[in-house]
């Protein structure tokens, strides 16, 4: 440690002390006592930051201007942080006016829109008024609206020229293609990433200190449209983050790799070779849970090129990229033999032990990924705290987790941020049907969300199903609860991903030495003719560690546990309307595999990606029942 406080804080120390030189030479015009005073107050505060950075940092082979950035964008991200919770907590206080508000803005802005002026929003005084005049909508409303701007015409559902065409993740059903604006990122950065922000620092105080971040994320592939519109993911890339990219471990010429295994690859070895990285961060705890599953096939060929200074020849990169990171190695035989020990260890809790001043996963463990999560902290990263920091959508931000440290993922609803509208869980299959406001919902109930977005959407059906858990002021806290699109339904029983997630978690905790890697789910008809006849019902396809076969009375465990859980499901088992379910056991990386064929079908980015719990094209449930071992 003393060696790295002279190689980093001496020079630091040297550099300020030379720009505080320079600013009392340009003092000497002024009065003596005056620029005295200004000479001596700025050699005071140069000396203070001095001590505070040097105090705080982390990690050796920092340059003075990427410890500068990253100190000056805590304290400014700080300062924003506390100012924007300051404002959220405000609206919490006044939630009705805040939507209103919230609301009338989007209408005024997009008054003279074709969309607009068809609604008449220029009449428009109160929600009362909006939700009387505009119907609840559904994806298929936008949908030649926004080929239209594709094509380039101007102010059709907005105002201004989007700055991409955002494709979702198609989780329950094809891709959709929405309309991104400044607006939007604007949003999401001050209401949910500043907040949030503050909400880490103030649980995790570590989080300040000058340590570098290993983020797992990727370059996707845009496409252009006819009017030369970007279209592709509408998430946090290198791209977007290239002003903070030396606050990460991997380097800015490994986000030019096309390939996303290579860059996984680099991410893995320049993380590997800073033993003082502070956070894990991506998008979903998926990416990270893969990013460890890999670190676990390749370690031997990572730590060797740590010991030899080199990178891997199987890695595909153009001989420009390769020389650029190359000049960023140096052998470390040290840090090799460091690792190699680390490994042979095993992995469990392998995170804290390759990295000791390691505090904290930055990810969304919730919904879909929150096997993901749950996996990680019982095996790779085992020890260490997870902080599941917003509730998002391509549609824009919906609610930030201000209990970083609570083990449930609990959000509240950013009154700023959307105009929402609540859809009671039994009124579902109505076509217009009646909607409550925040003010309106009750703790313990299940709505679907209906939203009123910065870009275009309006009182659209953005298919999530979330659970009042409580109120912060007059704010509701929600918990996702599923996609309406993931819900299994052979005749009408309407079994939830969180309900089958639970009956599978509690059949394999009776399956001895079985370990969940992965699962989905596919309602029998989609199938056709591959199963054979039969009654209708679940195929379920799982991949598991620790086992190699299961038996009949195992796979009938599960089907024992959803009815115990679930007793519409029961009632259509005992009457015979719903056959047993299915359980097919897939070989080892077929989730990887189908994950892969997932994104190229959708042209979804690896940033973005989650799995789907229900299978809605027959190709899928066909590749693994092609996997099947047993």
Known sequence: MTSLWIRVALPLGFAILSIAIAIIGQLQGMPPPLSTALGVFSVAGMALMWREISSRVKGENR??????SQYFAVKVVGWLGKRQRAKLEADTLNVKQVQEDTLLGRLRKNTNTCYGRQYGFSSIKDSDGFRARHPVTTY????????????????????????????????????????????????????????????????????????????????PTFRQSEAGIPIGPNSSTPASSRHMLNLYTTPAPAFEVPSEKDTLYLHLLFALKDPSVGTLESNFASTVFYAFSAL?????????????????????????????????????????????????????????????????????????????????????????????????????????????????????????????????????????????????????????????NA?????????????????????????????????LSVRGEKVSEMLFLGALKKA?????????????????????????????????????????????????KLDVCLQQDSAVYKSFRIKGSIGPMRVQLVAEGAFKELRKQMMAFSSTSANTFKMHRVLRRKEYADFLLGKTVS
């Open 508 to 556: 394999i905790a009776q399956w001895p030495g079985a370990h969940l890697v992965d699962y989905c789910c596919a309602e029998s008809g989609i199938l056709g003719d591959s199963i054979g006849g039969s009654d209708p019902h679940y195929q379920v396809f799982v991949e598991l560690k620790g086992v190699r076969n299961l038996t009949e009375e195992q796979r009938y």
């Open 296 to 452: 676990q096939q390749r370690w031997q060929e990572l730590v060797e090129d740590i010991e030899r200074g080199k990178i891997s020849d199987a890695l595909d990169l153009e001989p420009e990229v390769r020389a650029r990171l190359e000049a960023l190695m140096k052998p470390d035989p040290g840090r090799a033999a460091q690792l190699r020990a680390h490994f042979q260890e095993g992995f469990r809790g392998i995170a804290k032990r390759l990295w000791p001043c390691l505090h904290l996963v930055l990810a969304v463990d919730s919904g879909s990924n929150q096997i993901y999560g749950e996996m990680l902290r019982e095996n790779y990263c085992q020890g260490l705290p997870f902080y599941s920091p917003f509730y998002a959508a391509t549609e824009g931000l919906i609610g930030v987790n201000l209990w970083p440290e609570e083990p449930s993922r609990r959000y509240l609803l950013c009154p700023r941020s959307m105009f929402c509208e609540f859809l009671p869980e039994s009124s579902l299959d109505e076509e217009q049907p009646h909607t409550l406001l925040m003010g309106e919902v009750k703790e313990g109930h299940s709505y679907e969300l209906v939203i009123t």
């Open 140 to 219: 298929e409303q936008y949908r030649d609206l926004i080929t239209r701007i594709a094509a380039g015409e101007e102010k059709v559902i907005i105002a201004e020229k989007p700055l991409i065409l955002a494709m979702t993740s198609g989780t329950s059903g094809a891709s959709a293609m929405l309309l991104s604006t400044k607006d939007t990122n604007n949003e999401f950065f001050l209401q949910g990433v500043a907040v949030c922000l503050d909400a880490m620092r103030r649980a995790f105080p570590a989080s300040e200190s000058l340590q570098r971040t290993t983020k797992f994320f990727y370059t």
């Open 455 to 487: 870009s275009g959407l309006f009182r659209y059906r953005i298919g999530d199903i979330v659970k009042v858990v409580g109120f912060h002021n007059q704010c509701p806290i929600v918990e996702f609860q599923y996609r309406r699109g993931q819900m």
């Open 63 to 68: 340059t003075l201007s990427s410890l500068l």
